[in-house]
């Protein structure tokens, strides 16, 4: 087995788990936004046993349960905007053959830079709800991994457009 048909191996598994990825994170978004919006309609209220579990024994309001699952919520939702983006390079690598294309570096870096502004913007929401709600010692919710994690895509966008280069430059020898 070539070094290129070990990486297009690992692409497709890549791809299969980016998909169950979205997947979670979908149901997750769903669960999160039912739960948020019963809680504030008052179809889940106090007499229910399980929200009156969670309101006693984390001591939280009713707003504030509402704003954690928001948070929840907006979180997982910027999160599978991302993998989705992901999902979507590998299927297109894999329809290319090769990581080492001009377009595949084009589309990491795209991914990096998409990484490290989807994760600004949802810190800064999630910051302001839980503001709002008077649970600031609860956001633990810190953009440093995503920002590292975006600045490494784009170092690989540069990595893999060295690569393309050194391919072209073998096919025209």
Do not use: C
């Amino acid at each position: 087995m070539s070094n290129l048909e070990k990486i297009q191996k690992g692409m497709r598994v890549l791809r299969i788990l980016s998909k169950i990825v979205l997947i979670f994170t979908i149901v997750g978004v769903a669960l999160a936004s039912i739960g948020a919006t019963l809680v504030a309609a008052d179809v889940a209220n106090m007499e229910n046993r399980f929200l009156h579990f969670i309101s006693v024994a984390a001591e939280m309001s009713k707003g504030q349960i509402v704003g954690t699952l928001t948070t929840t919520a907006v979180s997982l939702l910027f999160g599978g905007i991302f993998t989705a983006f992901v999902y979507r390079y590998f299927t297109a690598e894999l329809k290319e053959g090769t990581p080492f294309t001009n377009a595949g570096a084009d589309r990491i870096k795209r991914l990096g830079i998409m990484q490290i502004v989807l994760s600004v913007i949802s810190t800064g929401i999630i910051a302001g709800i839980y503001e709002k709600i008077g649970l600031t010692e609860w956001n633990r919710f810190d953009d440093a991994g995503s920002i590292t994690f975006g600045i490494f895509l784009i170092l690989l966008a540069m990595v893999v457009r060295y690569g393309a280069e050194l391919e072209q430059k073998t096919k025209a020898k």
